[in-house]
C-alpha cells in the first residue's frame, strides 16, 4: 500500500506539471470560459489524458519490492551459471582426456598391436598436437596415480587379451576376459569377437570356453553375470549339447536367471526326449527364482510330482485362479493332477469342480482323459457320488444335467441316472429345465 501511495503521489506531481506546461501553449480565453462546446471538449481532453496515464501506471511502472525479487533471483541464476560452467569444464576435460585415450588405443589396434605397450603410452603424451592442450595431457597422468595405474592395468589386460586372440590361444584369451579387473571384458562385445571366431577343427567351441571361462569365475568373485549373457550362455551350452555344463552352471553359478533362460532349457527337454527329466529340473529351478510360479507348476507336473505340485498351487494359491488351473491340465492331461484338483485336500473344497474339468476335457479332444475319470466316479456308491455333486461350488445345475447326458452318451447310464437322482431331490425340485442355471448349493446359502 505504501508504493501504491508513493506512485500515485508522484503521478499527481507529474500530472500537474504535464498540465501547466499545457495551459502555457493554450489557456482558456474568457469566451472559451463560458462557452459550453469549448468546455466539454476541454473536460473531454482531460479525461484522455487521465485514462492515458492511468493506463502508463498500469503498465509502464512496477512496485520497488517487484525489483528487489528480481534481483534475488538474477544472483540465484548466476549462481547457478557459476556451477554449470564449472561443471562444464570438469567434462570438457574429461571428454578430451577419453578422446586422447581411445583415438591413440584405435590407432594402436588398427596396426595389429605391433607396437609396445611401452611405446602407447609416450604416443599418449604426445598427442598435444592432435588436441591443442598441454594440460591435458599432464593432467591426464597427474589428476590421479592410483587411476593412473588401474587404467595402465586395464590397457595391459586389452593388449594381451587381443594378442592371445591374434596367436589362436582362445582357452587362455576366455581366462583372461573372466579375470579382467572391473569385468571390462566381460561384455557382449568380447563375446561376439568369440562367436565370430566360430568352430575350430579339433578344439572345443571358443564361445563355449568364454561362458565357461567367466561362469566359474562368477561363482568364486560373488558376482552376478548379467541376464544377456546369462541366456546367451545357457543357450551356447545347449547348442553344443553340453547340458552337463547346464547343469553345473544353474544350479552351482551365480548368474541372472530370466524366463527365457527357462523357456531355453524347457525347449530343449521337448526336442530331446532322453534329457527331458533333468531339463524340467533345471527350469523349475530357473522359473523359481524368477517367481514365474505357474510354469513351475507345470515342470512338476511333468515330472510327475503331483504332490509337489499340488502344494505349490496351495502356497500360491493367491496368484493362480480355476482358468490357470484349466490351462495347467490341458498342458499336462494326467489322471493324478486332475484327481488332486477336483478332490478336497486337508479339509479344503477342491480347486476345480469336477464336472466343468470332465465337459472341458471333452471340448478339447481329450476324451480318453474325460471317460477315464467317469469310468473312476461310477465305481462309487451313491453317496460319493453325492458329496461330489454337493460339494461342487462352482458348477450350476444346468452344467451337472449336461454331464449326465455325457454320461449317458457314453456308456455310463447308471451314474447318469444318480447324477439325475441327486439333482431332483434338491430343494424340492422334481425337473430340472434347460434354462436352470441355479447353483446346487443355493439353498444352503439361502
Not at 37 to 52: S, T, V, W
Amino acid at each position: 500500500m505504501e508504493n501504491l501511495k508513493f506512485w500515485q503521489q508522484s503521478l499527481q506531481r507529474w500530472c500537474i506539471t504535464r498540465e501547466e506546461q499545457s495551459n502555457l501553449k493554450r489557456r482558456m480565453t474568457l469566451q472559451d470560459s463560458v462557452n459550453l462546446e469549448a468546455l466539454n471538449k476541454h473536460k473531454q481532453d482531460l479525461e484522455d489524458k487521465c485514462r492515458k496515464l492511468k493506463e502508463d501506471m498500469s503498465t509502464m511502472y512496477v512496485p520497488a519490492q517487484k525489483k528487489a525479487d528480481l534481483d534475488e533471483e538474477m544472483i540465484v541464476l548466476l549462481k547457478r551459471r557459476d556451477i554449470a560452467e564449472d561443471l562444464h569444464k570438469d567434462l570438457q576435460f574429461r571428454h578430451q582426456r577419453l578422446q586422447v585415450i581411445s583415438h591413440t588405443l584405435n590407432s594402436w589396434m588398427k596396426q595389429n598391436m605391433r607396437i609396445p605397450f611401452k611405446d602407447v603410452l609416450e604416443r599418449i603424451q604426445q598427442t598435444k598436437a592432435i588436441y591443442g592442450s598441454l594440460s591435458v595431457v599432464d593432467e591426464l597422468f597427474e589428476d590421479d596415480p592410483n587411476k593412473t595405474k588401474e587404467a595402465i592395468v586395464m590397457l595391459y589386460y586389452i593388449e594381451r587379451f587381443h594378442e592371445l586372440i591374434s596367436l589362436g590361444e582362445y582357452e587362455k584369451a576366455a581366462c583372461f576376459a573372466a579375470n579382467s579387473p572391473k569385468r571390462i571384458l566381460q561384455n557382449a562385445g568380447t563375446m561376439d569377437k568369440f562367436k565370430a571366431i566360430g568352430k575350430v577343427r579339433g578344439k572345443p567351441l571358443p564361445l563355449l570356453l568364454f561362458f565357461e571361462a567367466i561362469f566359474n569365475t562368477s561363482q568364486a568373485f560373488k558376482r552376478a553375470i548379467n541376464v544377456d549373457l546369462t541366456l546367451e550362455g545357457i543357450k551356447c551350452g545347449l547348442s553344443e549339447e553340453r547340458l552337463d555344463l547346464v547343469t553345473h552352471w544353474v544350479t552351482q553359478e551365480k548368474l541372472t536367471f530370466s524366463e527365457k533362460v527357462g523357456d531355453a532349457i524347457f525347449a530343449y527337454g521337448e526336442q530331446h526326449p532322453y534329457h527331458k527329466s533333468r531339463c524340467l529340473a533345471l527350469a523349475q529351478i530357473v522359473y523359481n527364482e524368477c517367481g514365474l510360479h505357474k510354469k513351475a507348476i507345470l515342470c512338476l507336473c511333468r515330472q510327475g510330482q503331483f504332490h509337489e505340485a499340488m502344494e505349490h498351487i496351495q502356497q500360491q494359491s493367491k496368484d493362480i485362479n480355476p482358468d490357470d488351473l484349466i490351462q495347467l491340465i490341458t498342458a499336462c492331461p494326467q489322471i493324478d493332477l486332475i484327481r488332486g484338483l477336483t478332490e478336497e485336500r486337508n479339509g479344503k473344497p477342491p480347486s476345480l469342480s469336477f464336472a466343468l474339468t470332465v465337459l472341458h476335457l471333452f471340448s478339447v479332444d481329450m476324451k480318453k482323459i474325460g471317460m477315464k475319470l467317469l469310468q473312476e466316479v461310477s465305481k462309487a456308491e451313491k453317496d460319493v457320488i453325492e458329496h461330489l455333486v454337493m460339494s461342487d461350488l462352482f458348477c450350476s445345475i444346468e452344467k451337472w444335467q449336461e454331464l449326465a447326458n455325457i454320461c449317458l452318451q457314453n456308456g455310463f447310464k447308471n451314474l447318469s441316472n444318480d447324477i439325475m437322482s441327486i439333482l431332483r431331490s434338491q430343494a424340492g425340485v422334481s425337473e430340472i429345465s434347460e434354462d436352470d442355471i441355479t447353483n446346487v448349493m443355493e439353498h444352503v446359502f439361502w
